[in-house]
């Protein structure tokens, strides 16, 4: 079971907006800006997409954002686009004592 | 660009040691900055932070409070590289492997930012 919660899955049809939640505690995501964002294709390693809750690195394009409400996190990805279709994974700094990072289970996103 | 290519077996047997080496190309793994970060995933346990390395005046090690007493996270300034060691395997800790680096922009480096990842080493355990 992983740390933070995340639906399994979400869809969209091209050029809709959809958003992927990442639920943690107070003591994660509630706790910390250090929450991070991956996209991961079938047989590959993960991209980051997102981190610092809502930086892109760059050569993101500006369709991803994301933003922190409480304990909570989310990844917003508009206009949607094929190739879009992905599992994403979400990720807090969870260090209270020592240096932990969690991940969610991840979502998949389904384009329609 | 900073690029972190991965060797190692594909199969341990449960109870031997896992190891695995990163070579890291267009940076050094004694950056001052960035820390050298170890991940793995499985279908059961999704993506899984292990632990990380880096270099302040001197070296540095965080591990995960789940293999703490089983990991060791090693730089080799000499090949600049990292390698990762996994103590008493067991079937649990069958998963892909991938090592990355801290996402760096603007001199600061993001403390759950990873960018690049190595290609990932799937490694089965089993006798």
């Known amino acids: 079971q992983s740390a933070l919660t995340q639906p399994r899955s979400v869809s969209g049809s091209p050029g809709q907006s959809v958003t992927i939640s990442c639920t943690g505690t107070?003591?994660?995501?509630?706790?910390?800006?250090?929450v991070s964002w991956y996209q991961q294709h079938p047989g590959k390693a993960p991209k980051l997409m997102i981190y610092?809750?809502?930086k892109r690195p760059s050569g993101v394009p500006d369709r991803f954002s994301g933003s922190k409400s409480g304990n909570t996190a989310s990844l917003t990805i508009s206009g949607l686009q094929a190739e879009d279709e992905a599992d994403y994974s979400c990720?807090?700094?969870?260090?209270?004592?020592?240096?932990?990072?969690?991940f969610g289970g991840g979502t998949k996103l389904t384009v329609l | 660009q900073v690029q972190l290519q991965q060797s190692g077996p594909g199969l341990v047997k449960p109870s031997q040691t896992l190891s695995l080496t990163c070579a890291i190309s267009?940076?050094?793994?004694?950056?001052?900055?960035?820390?050298w970060i170890w991940i793995r995933q499985s279908p059961s346990r999704g993506l899984e932070w292990l632990g990380r390395?880096?270099?302040?005046?001197?070296?540095?090690?965080d591990y995960a409070v789940s293999v703490k007493s089983r990991i060791t996270i090693n730089p080799d300034t000499s090949k600049n590289q990292l390698s990762l060691q996994l103590d008493s395997v067991t079937p649990e800790d069958t998963a892909a492997y991938y090592c990355?680096?801290?996402?760096?922009?603007?001199?600061?480096?993001?403390?759950?930012?990873?960018?690049?990842w190595g290609q990932g080493t799937l490694v089965i355990v089993s006798s």
């Open positions: 990355a680096k801290e996402y760096c922009s603007g001199g600061s480096c993001a403390r759950t930012g990873f960018d690049p």
């Open positions: 267009g940076d050094s793994v004694s950056s001052s900055t960035a820390a």
């Open positions: 390395t880096y270099y302040r005046s001197k070296w540095y090690n």
């Open positions: 107070s003591s994660d995501v509630g706790a910390y800006n250090y």
């Open positions: 610092d809750v809502s």
């Open positions: 990720c807090s700094y969870a260090g209270t004592y020592t240096f932990e990072v969690v």
